[in-house]
Structures are given as structure tokens and as C-alpha cells.
């Protein structure tokens, strides 16, 4: 092992990114890739191997933290998972972990409390003051992720299709769904079946359409805010779970479906508090377990100059997450 940078990987289902950063937190070098949950993207390890690509050569590199869905769940998966990791850095120190417990990590720098996670699925993970922890959800989209982006963009298109059958009012955002992809509202079966059937990522390209209901919902239509309604109903079942001993116990949020303004209140008035706002984002949990493979100091100064570090690479690097 020699240099003295660290490689921090945010993991998720529609997006994955990669920081670079030296040992005063500064972010050097970011990438950024689609998703590699191995459990909807048959294609994962390419898809990941172009993200480590810019960094595998680097001799500077000390030590690399992977945060990574599924990890910890699905054995076999795991394992493949670490074993991806281990062989592209033989020289570094490398650490695996969920891609929601870096999120934690990140969000109260290593404290307790608890992070309510909507993305492309759903958790809750909890760590208590003695650095144990409790999760709750993140089963995947046949069996779980109530609440997640994935989860409303769903139940939006069978919004949309009761409208077009007249099972339910016309709606506003039937007519953004169809708009937004493209298809004729006159032949919207053919549309939206043959939109369905071609998708190559379906999670991701249906969890998109969350911004969509969160649109409509802030125009005023009624089926669209009754969603956004059992989302924030579905995420705050999560909390109670994981907090069962606490009910005061401090909360914040990940992941993009928390874009949605209304998503977040909602949740607030349900848990009966506003939500800490995270100390760091996902990818800075990353940099944080990294820099504590190396003995590195994690200081306030620290902290700050990687939260700064990390928020301004997000902006700069990732594409809008579905809000």
C-alpha cells in the first residue's frame, strides 16, 4: 500500500458514484456510472468496472470503501461483491459495506440516530450509543420497497391507466406521464405497453417517473398527493420500526425521492419532527469509512471540508435524481 488518497463508491440502483479524495477531505477526481444492484441489473460488474476503470492504475490510492445494494443480504452476492472490489485494489485497503449503513455513517458521522433511505427502494437503518444497529425494509421490489421512487412510479402507471379507462377521473398526471414519454394520448395502450415491454433497466426508468407525481401532486391533482400521501404513510411504518425503543430518537433522510418537498413533510408531520439534515451525503459515508481504515483523524475541520467536498461534487457530477 503506499500514497495517501482514498476512493469512496456510492452505490445504488439507478446511479453509482465514485470520489477521489486526499486526506484533508478534499474531493480530487469523481465518476460516475449507472447502477449496480445485482439483483435487477444482470450487468452490474461492467457496469461498475467502468466507474473503477479511471482509478484501478493509481499507486496513490490507500484505501477504498464500496458502499453497494444488496450487500449483506444476498450471500453469494455479497461475495461476489467484495471480491470485485478486492481484485480491481490488491495494494489497498478496501472495505464493503450496505450502501444504506454508508448513508448512516455519512449522515451522522458515525452517531446514532436514524436514516430513512427512498431511492430506487426503500429503508430504514438505526444505530443506537452503544453502535449497534437495526434496519428495517430494503426487500427488493417484488417482495418490499414500499415508499421508494420505484414503488410510486409503479402505482403512477396504474394511476394512468385507470384514468385512460375512466376508472378514475381524468387526471393531470396522466397526461405528464404520456407527454414525458413521448406516446399519443390517442393510442396510449400501444404506447405504454411497448415503453413497458422494451425497457433494458426497468427499476430505475420507472422509478424516474416519481417526478412526475410529485409535479402533478404540486398542481393540484388529488390522486397524485393521495400517493406522495401513502409513501410518506409507508416510510414513517419504517421509523417506528427501527426506533421502537426511542421514540425521540433523532432522524434524517436519503436518496432522491426526498426531492419531493411534499414527500418530506408529509413524513415529518407523520414522525412528528423535521428531519437533521444529513452531515454528509451517501458518498461522503463512503470517504468516511475509507479515511477510518487508514486511522485518519475525522475531525470537525474534516467533516466540513468533506461535506463541502462531497455536496459540490454531487451537484457538478450526478444527472437530477427523480425528485
Known sequence: MSGDLILGIDGGGSKTLLALANRQGHILETALVGGVNPMDNPNWRSELD???????????????????????????????QEEVIAEAFPAARTQVLNDVDAAHRGAFAGQAGVLILSGTGSMAWARDTEGRSTRSGGWGDVIGDEGSSYWIGRLALSLVSQSLDGRQPPSRLASLVLSH??????????????????????????????????????????????????????????????????????????????????LLTALEARIGRAALAPLLPPVGGALLVAAQRLGWSQDRDWLTTTAASARAAVTETMTPLPR
Open 50 to 80: 467502468k466507474g473503477l476503470a479511471p482509478f484501478r492504475s493509481r499507486t496513490d490510492l490507500a484505501a477504498v470503501a464500496a458502499a453497494f445494494p444488496v450487500f449483506g443480504e444476498v450471500r453469494h452476492l455479497s461475495q461476489a
Open 181 to 262: 414519454l413521448q406516446i399519443d394520448p390517442a393510442d396510449a395502450m400501444n404506447g405504454l405497453g411497448a415503453w413497458v415491454t422494451d425497457l433494458a433497466h426497468p427499476r430505475p426508468a420507472i422509478a424516474a417517473l416519481s417526478r412526475l407525481v410529485d409535479e402533478a401532486a404540486r398542481e393540484g391533482d388529488v390522486a397524485s398527493r393521495q400517493l406522495i400521501d401513502q409513501a410518506a404513510d409507508e416510510l414513517a411504518k419504517h421509523y417506528r420500526a427501527v426506533a421502537a425503543g426511542d421514540k425521540d430518537a433523532d432522524w434524517t433522510h436519503g436518496g432522491g425521492t426526498f426531492g419531493s418537498r411534499l
